[in-house]
Structure formats: structure tokens, C-alpha cells
């Protein structure tokens, strides 16, 4: 009884009444809306509706929800007529043509209706609709200009919109039904309907900007259609073509009737999928996305925001230039960003989304993103098309984002690849030994760790995208941040943490602290053994992993003030969009970029190769004539530098605006044969972190922590470290370029792998690693530092000695650590004293150690600073030409025999 | 209607709105913003590509040619010149005519 008497309710009018009760109402609320709309500004206009005038906003959703109705019952109208095959009922052609004509008429209204909005996707639309209408002959660029307009004026589109359209439509109407007045109590609980679904649910309205552009959503499937055909003028003989059967139907014999109905139904179901599926899984730039990307990215169609119709917010006065978001209408008085940032210009969902018409806090904060800049969201966030796309992009294949040179070595000494330059990605990590060792030590340390809370992040919450290095939280923030988050927020100033590219030493310390430690190095620090005391010490300090550092000698470009980002620029550490396999094929600055002899490879502001460095330079308001040094490695300016008239080169500090003149490389450096395979850094690096007797064991039942997802194990692999020391690098030679290179014990290690699975066994390894040790030295190296030092050459530490009988020399060495029984060298050993050495004896497939032709002829050398003094003319001479001061020597000289 | 651009103009694409340049060594070449497939106005996509986000085309902005349909067309270039009196480019919105031999 109950269900009758609602089917009965339901069932109260049919669907044409009730589309033409709708139709008057939407005239009505229109002529309301246009009062506080203005279509010379017309978004802004909307915003404000949405955001100050609640009474207004009420109407436009009114307005827009009447006119959805409309459409929608004035098809099933149509529907309706011919499922019971009344249309044949009208037997004037003028009529059906006058109800033909009506349905473009319709099509038109609400599309123009979308184009007022005057959001990113009805401007696109406009421009798509006049331009379809040009494309059709003869009439095109009348129609286009009478429809859309001319230029990017919404008024033409305005005035057919509010007159034309309006007009024609209940001419059409009362032509129909010979009255524009539905009966009182449809109209009734039609109001009534339309009332409360419009006091619940927003009409849309997108962001000026936005690169997911939607039309309405009965065109959706017109826009799929186009996507799909490189010709949009068959979609309009499509349509024409339809509306051409449309109108001949009455006409056509009984069976042929029937049969084009039957094919309209099927093309119209066929529309509604099409409609459905790409109004779900269309996103950006019309590309196939997820339900949950969309759903953060785009318009929503249907959004509950109730309109508050008792709001006490009385804003009298907005600023001219500020942005028309809902968020600032509670955090206008947000300081602590830069200029770039500024949310009164950029609002604030361009970085955190949610929803910046609704103006009740839970209703704006609805997906909303509290941490913008996680590589989970950067694509939404920071990597927008008009932000940093290029940026998030290109540091995907970044080794601080993929951890591949890191992984490939450890497989390696782990068996479980043979070659050191297969690339990977840490996400990818499985729970082999290898995996599950990097796990435990070593994957904690890669920009895909995601930030999950605010606030500065604690030393071991490394990560978090683009906050890893570009957001800090002042200690002003931090307690703006605790108000805020509190329920005692009160009405206290809201500061921002800062997001800038001023990126301080310590964001790069948590992770480059470890492993080749060169953010400690840089600094002068040097971690010391377990168990050290800190009385023992002259200069220390702990970290907060409470590892105790002791001061050694810091870098002279720290000395002078410079911090990383002064040579590192954005390519260095964000990736240049290459799958760079180790961290020395990634880093594009070289010493000889700053420290050139001969021509300066420039570059002038205004011919800067790419995007980034243009905008940084206008940023800057750099002088487009200056020019800048230009990477001799990749290409890539250094923006920091200058390179004045005389072709001296200036760099200035990015944190502390210091200028330094960058001196060219001293005489001696580029004198003669003698040392013209040597790099800046195999004389110039006072020392590196070495360490050697590393075992490695996996202990089931000793809890750990696995650093990809960030929880507790309860077994895990543990490292146990031998001695370590801060002293001057091995030099090794790289084979690809025959240059002579610094090196330190990379992988010197024995792994029980038998400990993770039976039957694996143990390994040892004695892998050296490249080195840029970041302790460079003004003054470098002395000759004797080298040609007679052990562990210069690589057999170890130990006694170097000179022995001479007779007429012949000859060298042996005394090494101070016991042999280790796994490949008979001395633990601190990269290669044996005159003997080839085994390989692999390197983390990568183009390093090795002195053969024993390059040992003999170091030592030879070697031999004459027994007794001359490295700064004596001979050596000078010898540095010249080795083969002709040897000839020249005298009786007294004994040279080594081998 | 004309815009002026000093020699200031950065190498690779420069984009204003309705029309943007692209500056190589040899030469500075000005194309219109407006999709060839349907009227949409294209973006920035890549530093050497636009993105129509309507339909998903995409240009080369060196060439103004379609990488990546539904646009098969190129971008229509206009008229972009050196006055060597004040050192400025000028480009006018006359779409430019092609090249014969």
C-alpha cells in the first residue's frame, strides 16, 4: 500500500511537465544570477558568489541543477514519445521541425551555460565550439562569431545565452504545450526537489588553470569522440546526422521507424558508456588515469558542499590581487613562503588540493594533501604542468630516487648479478640476501620515502620528495604549526615553513653521513670507531644517530664558505633524465669547470639552454648580457658563477651571497707529460674516511628494521665494522679514460651468507670504490705522498723501503696489517706489492689498481725523492721529461732494478 | 597587432599566452598557441614539447609538428622578424606564408 502510494508520488507528472517546471525555474534563478554575475570577469565573479554571497550561491546551484533536469527530462520527454510511437501523433512538419530545431537549441544553452563559467574547461570549450562551427562551409565563421563571439570575450556567448536561447526555448515550449505555466503542484514538488538537491550539492566550478579539462558531462562523450578521430568535422556530420533521422522518423514507413529507433536507442546507450567511462577514467592531458588520481585531480560532478545558509563571515573588503579559494578565507594572514609561493597570488590547492570553493573547514579539506611534494602526489602538487613538471619527471631515473649504483654493488658482492652496471630501483627491492641486507642498512636513504607528517623531518626520516631538500620548518613554523594543528588555534599569525631552493649542508648530511660520508668529510668530520670516548678527543661532536665525530681537516671550499648546492646544481642532484647507472656518471661539475686554464666555456643569460636555468636567471633578475661557466661535462650553466670580460671566473655563494674568485689551476698541474693523466683530486684530497674488516652476518632472532617500509623485522642482517681512518686516498686509474683517480675501500667485507639460507656459504671481497673524497686542499699533495707511500699506491699501510747495493736499487714494503688468509694481502691492501692484481678488485667495471708496470714506474720515482727533494730543480726537470733527465744523471744516482 | 621581444629571449621555446617562440642558434621561429585538431589552446608539456589537454596532441615546439595525435596538422607559425633597428624580434599574428622554390 505504502509502495503504491510512493510510485504513485513518484509517478506525479510526466516527464515533459516536468522538464518545462524546470525550465521555469531555471529562467527565473537566472535572471537572479545575473545580477551578481559579470562577464567581463566572469570566473572571478562566480568564486566570489561561491565564497562571500551564500544567498547567490544557493541560486546558481538552483539555476544549474534546474537546467540539468531540463535536459535530462526533456530526453526521456523525447524518449517517452517514442517508445509508445506517439511522435507520429504530430502530423504538422513545421512542429516536428520547431521540436527538431529545439533539441540544438538545447545543446546550445547548456553548453554555453558551461562556457560562462569561464573556468579552464569552459574557456576550452568555447574555443572548441568555434572552432567546429568554422569548420563547417559557407556559414562557419558567420555562425562561430554569432554563437561564441569573436576574441576571447564571453559576451556574445552571454547575450544568446541569457536572450536567444532563453526566448527561442519557450517559443519552442509554448508552441509544444500552447502554455509556458506547468500545473502548480508539479511545479511544486519539482521546486521542491531541485531546493533541496541544490541546497546540498554545489553547481561545479574548476580553477582557471588546470590541465584536466572536462567538458560538461553529456559532451564527455563528444570529447572522447574527438580524441578518437584526427578529423573533428565527422563528429559534426555525425551529429547532423542524426538530428537530420531525428527529424524525418514520422515520415518513415512503420518498419523503418521502428528499425531507426531501435538504431538511435543503441547509439545513445552506446553514447552513455562511452560518456561514463571517460568521465571516470579520463585525467590529465586525456590520459587513461585511475578512480583515485582523478578523484584529487579533477572537477567533481557531483559535490556535497550545503550551502550555509547562516554564515557570519562578513567580508567586506577583498584584496584586488588575491586569489578567489575558500582556504583564505581562514588563512589569509599565511606568511613564511618566498615570492614564488606566495598563496594570496597561487592560492593554496594549487599545492595541497581540497576543495577551494567550499567554505566550511571540513567540506574545503576534503582531499585535501597536508604534505604536497611526496613523489606519491607530485605529479598533482609540485609537478603540475605549469609548476615543475620537468623536475618530477626527470628525477624519477635520479640515484637518489632509484638507489641503482648502490643496489648493483651489493648484489654483486652477494652473487646475485654478475655485472656492477645493471640498473635498478629500489621500490623493486624482493627479499633475497642482497635485498633483504639493503633493506636493513641501507634503503632507508632514497626520495621515495615518503613524509607523512609536518614538521622537520627527524634524522632518520630521510625522504619525502621534494621536501627533502626544499622544505624547512623555521622554529616560528614549527609553532604555527602546533597552534594550528591544537584545537586552541585562536586568531595567532600562521607561518609557513618555507619552500625554496635555498637548500642548507644539513639537508644533504642525514643521508651523505653515511657510506662514503663525504657530507661529514666536506665539513672536516670523521666518524670514529665504536666505542670511542669523547675525552680522547681534541674536536668532536655527536650526531643524533649518536655516532661521535672527530675533526680532521675540513674542505677548503667549506673553509671558504660554500656549501653543497654552490657546485652541485639541480642536474647533480635531481637527475638530468638519464638512467645513470653510478653517482660519478650522474654529478655533471667537474674542479676544471671553475678552475680553468685557457679559454672559459660560457654562456650568456640569454642564450641558457634550458627552462629551469631561464626561469632562475629571470627569478634573479640576472643581466641577460652576463655570462655564466658552462659545464664541460654535460653543458649545464652554473648560475651562481660569472665570467667577467678578461675570462675570470667569480662564483657566488647561493646561501650567503659571498663572492669568491675562482683561480685557474696552478703551472704545475698542467706542466709536462710527467702528471697529465692525474685528476684535480688524486693531489688535491687531504684525506678520505677508510675502513676496513667489515663482516657482515645475518642473526635470526636480533629485531631490526626494514628501511623500504618502515617497519620492524625480527631477524636481521648486522654489519660489524673493523678499524677505520681519515687519511689520504688510494689512487687507482680509471680505465675508461686512462686517468688517475682517487679510490677507497668501497666493499672490503666477508658475508656470511650461509646465515640467511643453508648452502650459501660465505664470500669475501676486496672492492675498492671511486672516490670524490670532498677534502680538497689548496696546497696538494707532495711527490714522496705518492711515489713513496704505500697506501698511496695501494699496497696498504706499512714501511716503504729503499735499499741499495751497489750499482742497483731495489724497493720492498713491510706491511702493518696481517695477511688476510681469503687472498693473501694485507687487510688494508688494494693490490699486492708488484703483482697484478685479481679482479674484480672494484665496485666498478672501469676502476683498477696500479698494474705492475704503472707500480715500477711510481716507484722509480720513488727512488730519485730518496734522495732529491720534491721541489728541487731535478724533479722539476724530471717532471718535464722523466727518459732525459734520467739520462743526465749522475754516477751517484742508483735507479731500482727489478 | 605586434609583440617585441629583446635579445634577451632564453634559447628553446618561450611560451606568451596566444602564440609562443622557440629560439635556436640560427634562427627565432613564432607559432600560434592554437591546436590544429580543435581549437584548443596547447600548453606547455616538456621543455621541447606542448600538450593540447583537450584531446591529448602534442608538438614539437621546434617545428610545430605533431608528435602525438589526434592532431595531424602542424601548429600554424606567424610572421616573426629581426628589427635591427632597436635589436627587438617582432611578431605579428599574420600567420606566415609558406616557402616556395
Not at chain 1, 638507489?403 to 645493471?422: C, M, R
Not at chain 2, 642558434?25 to 589552446?41: E, I, M, N, P, Y
Request: net charge positive; glycine share 8%; proline share 3%.
Amino acid at each position: 500500500m505504502v509502495i503504491q502510494k510512493l510510485k504513485k508520488f513518484l509517478q506525479f507528472d510526466t516527464a515533459g511537465w516536468i522538464a518545462s517546471s524546470s525550465l521555469l525555474i531555471c529562467a527565473v534563478s537566472g535572471i537572479l544570477l545575473a545580477i551578481p554575475y559579470d562577464f567581463t570577469q566572469a570566473h572571478q565573479s562566480v568564486s566570489e558568489i561561491l565564497l562571500y554571497n551564500p544567498a547567490g550561491s544557493l541560486v546558481r546551484n538552483l539555476h544549474y541543477w534546474s537546467a540539468q533536469l531540463f535536459f535530462i527530462f526533456s530526453v526521456l520527454h523525447v524518449y517517452d514519445h517514442m517508445s509508445k510511437s506517439t511522435e507520429t501523433n504530430i502530423r504538422s512538419r513545421r512542429t516536428w521541425l520547431i521540436l527538431t530545431l529545439a533539441l540544438v537549441f538545447l545543446g546550445y544553452e547548456m553548453i554555453s551555460g558551461f562556457i560562462l563559467k569561464d573556468d579552464a574547461a569552459g574557456i576550452q570549450a568555447r574555443r572548441i565550439l568555434a572552432s567546429l562551427l568554422e569548420s563547417i562551409p559557407f556559414f562557419g565563421k558567420l555562425m562561430s562569431s554569432a554563437l561564441t563571439g569573436v576574441g576571447e570575450s564571453s559576451q556574445i556567448v552571454y547575450i544568446q545565452h541569457v536572450a536567444m536561447g532563453t526566448i527561442l526555448l519557450f517559443i519552442v515550449v509554448f508552441d509544444h504545450i500552447k502554455t509556458i505555466w506547468p500545473k502548480r503542484k508539479s511545479w511544486l514538488i519539482v521546486f521542491l526537489g531541485i531546493l533541496a538537491i541544490s541546497l546540498l550539492f554545489r553547481a561545479p566550478l574548476g580553477q582557471t588553470e588546470s590541465s584536466q579539462i572536462k567538458g560538461p558531462w553529456f559532451f564527455i562523450g563528444i570529447q572522447e569522440l574527438l580524441h578518437l578521430t584526427s578529423h573533428p568535422a565527422y563528429v559534426i556530420i555525425l551529429i547532423l546526422l542524426l538530428i537530420t533521422v531525428f527529424y524525418f522518423i514520422p515520415r518513415f514507413t512503420k518498419n523503418y521507424r521502428t528499425l531507426t529507433k531501435r538504431i538511435l536507442l543503441i547509439t545513445g546507450i552506446f553514447y552513455l558508456i562511452i560518456t561514463m567511462v571517460a568521465l571516470l577514467f579520463r585525467g590529465e592531458n586525456w590520459e587513461w588515469k585511475s578512480l583515485s588520481e582523478n578523484k584529487l585531480s579533477g572537477e567533481q560532478l557531483l559535490i556535497f558542499d550545503p550551502v550555509n545558509l547562516f554564515s557570519s563571515k562578513n567580508t567586506t573588503v577583498i584584496p584586488e590581487n588575491q586569489k578567489r579559494e575558500s582556504c583564505l578565507l581562514c588563512h589569509a594572514s599565511m606568511k613564511g613562503l618566498s615570492e614564488s609561493h606566495n598563496p594570496s597570488v597561487m592560492g593554496c590547492v594549487a599545492c595541497h588540493k581540497g576543495d577551494p570553493y567550499a567554505t566550511g573547514k571540513s567540506m574545503a579539506h576534503r582531499n585535501m594533501i597536508l604534505v604536497p611534494g611526496n613523489f606519491s602526489n607530485a605529479q598533482l602538487t609540485c609537478g603540475t604542468q605549469n609548476c615543475h613538471a620537468d623536475i618530477t619527471n626527470r628525477i624519477q631515473k635520479s640515484l637518489m630516487t632509484t638507489q641503482s649504483g648502490i643496489i648493483a654493488v651489493d648484489k654483486f658482492v652477494f652473487g646475485e648479478t654478475t655485472s656492477l652496471n645493471d640498473t635498478f630501483h629500489v621500490q623493486n627491492l624482493g627479499h633475497s640476501a642482497a635485498d633483504t641486507h639493503l633493506r636493513n642498512l641501507c634503503a632507508g636513504c632514497h626520495l621515495g620515502n615518503e613524509k607523512l607528517k609536518t614538521g622537520n623531518a627527524e634524522w632518520l626520516e630521510r625522504g619525502g620528495g621534494c621536501n627533502a631538500c626544499h622544505l624547512h620548518y623555521s622554529d616560528e613554523a614549527t609553532a604555527s604549526m602546533k597552534r594550528m594543528q591544537s584545537k586552541y588555534a585562536g586568531e595567532a599569525e600562521e607561518i609557513h615553513p618555507t619552500i625554496d631552493i635555498q637548500v642548507s649542508n644539513d639537508r644533504c648530511l642525514s643521508c651523505h653521513s653515511r657510506s662514503g660520508r663525504i657530507s661529514l668529510s666536506y665539513e672536516g668530520w670523521k666518524e670514529t670507531d665504536e666505542g670511542t670516548e669523547l675525552k680522547s678527543l681534541a674536536k668532536s661532536k655527536i650526531l643524533p644517530d649518536e655516532r661521535v665525530l672527530e675533526f680532521v681537516q675540513a674542505d677548503v671550499h667549506h673553509q671558504k664558505g660554500m656549501s653543497c648546492i654552490d657546485c652541485h646544481t639541480s642536474y647533480d642532484l635531481m637527475g638530468d633524465g638519464k638512467q645513470h647507472t653510478h653517482k660519478e656518471d650522474a654529478v655533471n661539475v667537474q674542479c676544471v669547470d671553475c678552475h680553468t686554464t685557457g679559454k672559459v666555456n660560457s654562456i650568456s643569460i640569454s642564450s641558457l639552454p634550458d627552462k629551469e636555468s631561464q626561469m632562475i636567471a629571470w627569478l634573479r633578475k640576472s643581466d641577460p648580457k652576463a655570462k655564466v661557466v658552462l659545464t664541460s661535462k654535460n653543458q649545464h650553466p652554473l648560475l651562481n658563477t660569472r665570467v667577467d670580460s678578461l675570462d675570470r671566473i667569480f662564483l657566488t655563494d647561493k646561501l650567503n651571497g659571498k663572492d669568491h674568485e675562482s683561480k685557474p689551476a696552478a703551472s704545475v698541474c698542467t706542466k709536462g707529460k710527467g702528471h697529465s693523466r692525474l685528476s684535480c683530486e688524486s693531489c688535491h684530497t687531504a684525506w678520505v674516511p677508510q675502513c676496513i674488516g667489515c663482516h657482515n652476518t645475518f642473526e635470526k632472532g636480533t629485531p631490526g628494521f626494514d628501511l623500504l617500509t618502515g617497519k620492524t623485522t625480527k631477524s636481521s642482517w648486522v654489519e660489524f665494522v673493523g678499524n677505520s681512518f681519515a687519511e689520504s686516498p688510494v689512487l687507482g686509474v680509471n680505465s675508461a679514460t686512462n686517468q688517475v683517480v682517487t679510490a677507497m675501500p668501497g666493499m672490503v667485507l666477508s658475508i656470511d651468507k650461509e646465515s640467511f639460507e643453508k648452502g650459501k656459504g660465505k664470500s669475501f671481497h676486496r672492492l675498492y670504490a671511486p672516490t670524490s673524497g670532498h677534502t680538497t686542499q689548496r696546497e696538494s699533495r707532495s711527490c714522496k705522498y705518492c711515489h713513496n707511500n704505500p697506501l698511496a699506491i695501494g699496497f696498504g699501510r706499512g714501511e716503504l723501503i729503499y735499499s741499495v747495493a751497489g750499482n742497483t736499487g731495489s724497493w720492498t714494503f713491510e706491511p702493518h696489517f696481517e695477511l688476510n688468509p681469503n687472498d693473501n694481502l694485507p687487510e688494508d691492501a688494494w693490490t699486492g706489492f708488484l703483482k697484478e692484481a685479481k679482479t674484480p678488485n672494484s665496485t666498478r667495471s672501469n676502476l683498477r689498481s696500479f698494474s705492475v708496470a704503472e707500480q715500477k714506474r711510481i716507484l722509480e720515482v720513488g727512488s730519485c725523492l730518496t734522495c732529491h727533494d720534491g721541489k728541487s730543480k731535478v724533479m722539476d726537470q724530471a717532471l718535464e721529461n722523466l727518459a732525459q733527465t734520467l739520462a743526465r744523471r749522475s754516477k751517484k744516482c742508483v735507479l731500482v732494478e727489478y | 597587432m605586434e609583440y617585441r621581444h629583446g635579445q634577451g629571449l632564453p634559447m628553446g621555446l618561450s611560451y606568451y599566452e596566444k602564440y609562443y617562440l622557440f629560439r635556436s642558434d640560427q634562427s627565432v621561429r613564432a607559432f600560434l598557441t592554437k591546436c590544429t585538431h580543435a581549437g584548443c589552446r596547447i600548453g606547455l608539456g616538456t621543455a621541447t614539447t606542448l600538450q593540447c589537454n583537450c584531446h591529448g596532441s602534442q608538438f614539437d615546439a621546434e617545428t610545430g609538428k605533431p608528435i602525438k595525435g589526434p592532431a595531424i596538422k602542424p601548429l600554424q607559425e606567424i610572421e616573426c622578424s629581426f628589427d635591427s633597428k632597436t635589436k627587438q624580434w617582432v611578431v605579428t599574428m599574420q600567420v606566415k606564408l609558406l616557402e616556395t622554390t
